[in-house]
């Protein structure tokens, strides 16, 4: 009994869990500080920021993701030294630095031109609405911020590739602290939009000190050793492409409601919607942690053939995290009844119950979705492009029809149906999937 225990909870699992319990743990009493020290309009602005500056998602298009498969598929003919340097076949070895090297450079060219862009769709939104407080400085601030940290994140996703989840997981356990440490004083001294801002430059800051603690070995190796240079962008573009429409439309699924709102029902419901979505990303998240550990190990699964084993990895973690997302939803709902009663001016912050129970059977059904395409996307595909954009524009189209429309409550009627004819398509297609990849011969590394 205890040995299982042990195998279930690996080092990377209690370090994803302990990054996952400290944002459910800081997540609510910040959604409890916001609306103590906020304005309802201010609370808007706050929770735009957040979706704006998700417009990231545009510069990423699944870049992370490849970088972790692809690093993976590397990586699993490799291994570390005791000194965390690479070590193993020649071929592997050049392919792996080659590779850093490409998503480097990528990376920083994807920065200087999406984080301006960036700045200047949020400072349109924004300025549409009239206001007395101060909001241009802690956007810029702001922004400035997440540019550090989304090229950060494309570093560590290429050390998650190569098992390093649990060093990567440290680090990013500590900024979600950092974060909160940061943005409670500000807050309680009434530094408003301040608060968001400078968590996000400081927090980000200290990442990059963090990545170079913990990664500094390798990344000398990387940056250093001479290698016969490979040529990824072929590789990575035939994938990309795919990635850009998929990820576009998950944009457009999950990110378009707070700033919808924030336009045709003002700020104070866009605080309502921004706050209840970053409750349920949440939970999400906490469940996810069986998939999301799991990831890499797929990959090199894959990449060494080994089918019965993978499909053993992936059934187990999959039960694990609908169980896990079932029961922090039931806790989630009876906490929000019994609030709802005694103490209606925290629960008013938020959309009605009814909403927060639907949006809770949504994304239940998202997780499952998520789970079947990151064990497809072990194989080095996409394929979801067509299904992934019919939902884009059906969920984006149909909210902002809703918006024009309808009264507010209806705002997210579009999301919750898309499951209707999503969840069935999603589920053929990796059944299809799963098929062809064990009849697929093996590729061969020159």
């Not at 979600?176 to 430059?201: D, E, K, R, T, W």
Request: proline letters at 3%.
């Amino acid at each position: 009994m205890i040995g299982a225990l042990k195998r279930n909870f690996s080092k990377d699992v209690k370090q994803t869990f302990f990054v996952n319990l400290s944002r459910l743990l800081t997540g609510p009493i910040t959604m409890i500080l916001i609306p103590l020290y906020l304005t309802k309009q201010m609370q808007g602005y706050w929770y735009s920021f957040m979706s704006i500056s998700a417009l990231s998602i545009l510069a990423d298009l699944g870049f992370t993701v490849i970088v972790l498969q692809f690093s993976a598929h590397e990586f699993a003919h490799l291994s570390f030294t005791g000194d965390n340097r690479f070590e193993g076949p020649k071929i592997y070895l050049d392919r792996l630095i080659s590779f850093f090297r490409f998503i480097a450079k990528w990376g920083s060219y994807t920065v200087g031109f999406a984080f301006p862009v960036i700045f200047f769709v949020g400072y349109y939104i924004f300025s549409a609405e009239k206001n007395q407080f101060s909001w241009v400085l802690p956007w810029i601030i702001f922004i400035a911020g997440s540019g550090v940290k989304f090229y950060l994140n494309i570093v560590i996703s290429f050390f998650e590739g190569c098992g390093m989840i649990a060093k990567v997981q440290k680090i990013r356990n500590i900024n979600v602290l950092l974060n909160f440490f940061l943005v409670v004083p500000l807050l309680v001294v009434h530094g408003q939009l301040y608060a968001i801002a400078m968590s996000s430059i400081v927090s980000s800051l200290v990442m990059l000190w963090q990545v170079v603690k913990a990664f500094g070995a390798p990344i000398v190796q990387l940056r250093k050793e001479e290698i016969e240079d490979y040529n990824w962008r072929p590789e990575v573009m035939g994938l990309m492409w795919r990635y850009m429409i998929s990820w576009f439309s998950g944009y457009l699924i999950f990110q378009l409601f707070t700033p919808i709102a924030f336009k045709y029902y003002g700020s104070a419901f866009a605080g309502q919607v921004g706050i209840t979505i970053t409750l349920i990303n949440a939970i999400f998240s906490m469940a996810n942690i069986w998939i999301y550990v799991i990831t890499p190990k797929l990959n090199m699964l894959v990449s060494q053939r080994q089918w019965d084993e993978l499909d053993k990895v992936f059934k187990s973690s999959l039960v694990k995290s609908i169980l896990t997302y079932i029961g922090c939803g039931v806790l989630c709902l009876v906490f929000f009844y019994v609030a709802g009663i005694y103490y209606h001016k925290f629960t008013d912050r938020f959309l009605s119950f009814t909403n927060l129970a639907l949006l809770l059977a949504a994304w239940l059904a998202q997780l499952i979705i998520n789970a079947l395409a990151i064990y497809n996307r072990a194989n080095k595909e996409e394929p979801y492009v067509v299904p992934s954009l019919v939902k884009g524009v059906y969920v984006s189209g149909g909210t902002l029809l809703i918006a024009l429309l309808l009264p507010k409550q209806y705002l997210m009627f579009g999301f919750y149906s898309s499951f209707l004819f999503s969840i069935p398509w999603f589920v053929t297609i990796f059944k299809a999937k799963r098929k062809q990849m064990r009849a697929t011969p093996a590729m061969v590394q020159v």
